[in-house]
């Protein structure tokens, strides 16, 4: 009878962990952080790969590669900018994918640097004129912040958007 409740016990035992794990919350994945750029001199942009499943992305800043990061700023967008900085500073950034609660929130994503120089100017402005904003899978060339640039903004100039075919978008133009 010992032996039979034993068998029992490891049967319900394994049952209830296979189940467990089966249904347990996965963590999202983290994020790969594409560029950190100086665009005009009063911010950095920080763009990175979007996350399947993500609702929002934190991202974090520390004054070293190894110190401590503290939240900058949150955004459901795949890029942030970082209006909160010195001139001649440089900064460490990195990114947490953030779920609604149906995934774990990822890891915090590698490092990547940049800074604002004091004499920077924004080669896109410069050479090609207005800057503009284009999806991963849109035909249209966007405003910054048009309601279409959600999940994916990629910066370019008017010209080049222009050149590679894309049009203005109907919202924002």
Known sequence: MKKQFTVVLLMVTLFFTS????????????????????????YLKISWSEVDDAEEYKVYRSSSSDGKYKLCGTTENTYYKDKSI?????????????????????????????????????????????????????????????????KSCIEISLSSAKNQGYTACSVCY
């Open 86 to 150: 010195k001139t001649g500073t440089k900064y460490y950034y990195k990114v947490r994918a953030v779920s609604d609660g149906e995934y774990d929130d990822s890891a915090l994503s590698k490092w990547k640097s940049g800074k604002v120089s004091k004499s920077n100017s924004n080669s896109a402005k410069s050479s090609a004129g207005k800057v503009v904003y284009i999806t991963k899978t849109g035909e249209k060339y966007h405003v910054y912040g048009c309601r279409y640039l959600k």
């Open 19 to 42: 189940v467990t794990s089966a249904f347990g919350t996965s963590k999202l994945d983290k994020p790969v952080i594409n560029e950190v750029k100086s665009v005009s001199s009063s």
